[in-house]
């Protein structure tokens, strides 16, 4: 598979911006109170902000390339604590997100990584750290507009609808890439629904605190975690698919607590239901899901296939931790189906780590027994993986044993996994569209 080490999205020679283009770059003064419309394309050079106080608008159907390149040279789009992005595409015109010189027709390889930054968003919703701020990763810390968190936690940093992300994920120094996607202090108030994110050089999606809710998900093909996040994250997601690389990559979800203190409140407990999550497969020692430093989280009525390991969390001794929050209910993982994950024996797939020399025996009983008591499940969900697509549709028994949902912000919907008959990742997303997903 191709990386930004091998493949320069920078090809004049296969695609050229039209004479109805608009380079946009930043000043300082950001991209102002403006609408990006599909009858042009947009070309971002280097760093570009919408500032505190500013909206931009994105037709639907509309194209944004950025410029590659490393460091100082990244293209990224920002959108700073207190601005607002109006991002609607459809099903039928989405908006994309790509680097320069891909001509939308197969001229950027589908695995090529880290050719320009992402997309990060920023906010005033609550974070865990002492100060209630914190300066986004991906951003130099000299920028002013990296700034994120607060105090309103139905914080509304716009609409982010029909979305495809593509080829991010650029090194900006010191090892430090911009993930796909980012939230850093997004509030409940904005609006996030069908948004892909694919071969990023670094997560695919990362939530750094905040509240926001996320519906039909897709992170695919991304060179380290489909999902993670930290720092107090509290938000609801419902039908996430995730799909890792075959040949690279490292959990399907991440999720840490606190830094500063790593004992901070809010904990971080995300309510996950109804995900899809594909792993590398069961040669390669990669786990599901891995939690640490306080972290908690709800996940139930998904599907979980593929991968060598399952579900690890984390142990402190005399210090409160991922272990504690699932002792006091802060960590659940219920309702699941589990298929060729920790060679499909149930007291294999929830396992407590800890460090080098600390017995977790009692721990890992008590957490082994949890899977049936949860009323997880070992069986086939009926999802086809092939050497080059996956039918993410179950031909299974996908219907049994379901958790209650929530709250009325979940779609109370009659099974697990983020499929049943609909699959609505057709025609707008790029990885239907390269026929990884079938029809």
């Known amino acids: 598979m191709l990386s930004f080490f091998q493949f320069s999205c920078d090809r004049k020679s296969e695609y050229t911006i039209s004479a109805g283009s608009e380079t946009i770059s930043d000043n300082g003064s950001g991209t102002g109170t403006v609408t990006w419309t599909s009858n042009k394309e947009y070309l971002l050079d280097g760093f570009v902000f919408v500032n505190d106080g500013q909206v931009l608008t994105i037709e639907a159907g509309t194209v944004i390339r950025a410029k ?30 790509t680097c320069e010189g891909d001509d939308l027709e197969g001229s950027v390889p589908l695995f090529a990584k880290g050719l320009w930054g992402g997309v990060i968003v920023l906010g005033n919703a609550p974070l865990n750290n002492e100060n209630n701020e914190a300066h986004i990763e991906g951003i130099p810390i000299f920028e002013p507009r990296g700034i994120y968190g607060g105090n309103n936690e139905s914080d509304d940093s716009g609409i982010l609808k029909y979305i495809s992300i593509r080829h991010g994920g650029t090194n900006i120094g010191s090892g430090n890439e911009i993930n796909g996607l980012t939230f850093g202090g997004v509030g409940n108030a904005t609006v996030v629904e069908y948004i892909e994110v694919i071969s990023n050089y670094d997560d695919g999606i990362e939530f750094f605190g905040g509240s926001v809710n996320c519906r039909n998900i897709v992170s695919a093909f991304n060179a380290d975690d489909a999902f993670d ?32 203190p790593e004992l901070g409140l809010p904990y971080s407990i995300p309510e996950i239901y109804n995900g899809t999550f594909i792993g590398r497969g069961s040669g390669i020692s990669n786990q599901l899901i891995k939690l640490g430093r306080n972290a908690g989280g709800r996940f139930a009525n998904s599907i979980f296939v593929n991968q060598n390991q399952g579900i690890y969390i984390q142990y402190k001794e005399n210090y409160n931790d991922c272990f504690y929050q699932f002792e006091i209910g802060n960590l659940e993982v219920k309702n699941n189906i589990f298929w060729d994950v920790a060679e499909n024996t149930s007291l294999n797939i929830f396992k407590v780590s800890a460090e080098s020399g600390v017995d977790v025996s009692n721990q890992n009983i008590l957490f082994e027994n949890y899977f049936a008591e949860a009323s997880n499940d070992v069986s086939d969900p009926g999802i086809e993986i092939n050497v080059a697509s996956i039918n993410v549709l179950p031909s299974g028994n996908i219907s049994d044993d379901l958790a209650t949902f929530p709250d009325s912000w979940f779609y109370e919907v009659d099974f697990k996994g983020a499929f ?10 790029l990885i239907h569209q390269s026929g990884w997903i079938a029809e």
Not at 237 to 253: A, K, M, N, V
Not at 420 to 429: A, E, I, P, S
């Open 420 to 429: 049943l008959y609909d699959n609505w990742t057709r025609n707008w997303t």
């Open 229 to 260: 996040y930290d720092l107090g994250y509290t938000g609801k997601g419902q039908f996430w698919l995730g799909i890792q690389d075959p040949s690279e990559g490292d959990l399907l979800i991440e999720g840490d607590g606190g830094i500063d």
């Open 68 to 97: 590659t390149g490393q460091g100082e040279n990244a293209s990224a789009l920002i959108v700073a604590r207190g601005a607002k992005i109006m991002a609607e595409g459809t099903s039928v015109n989405p908006i994309i997100f």
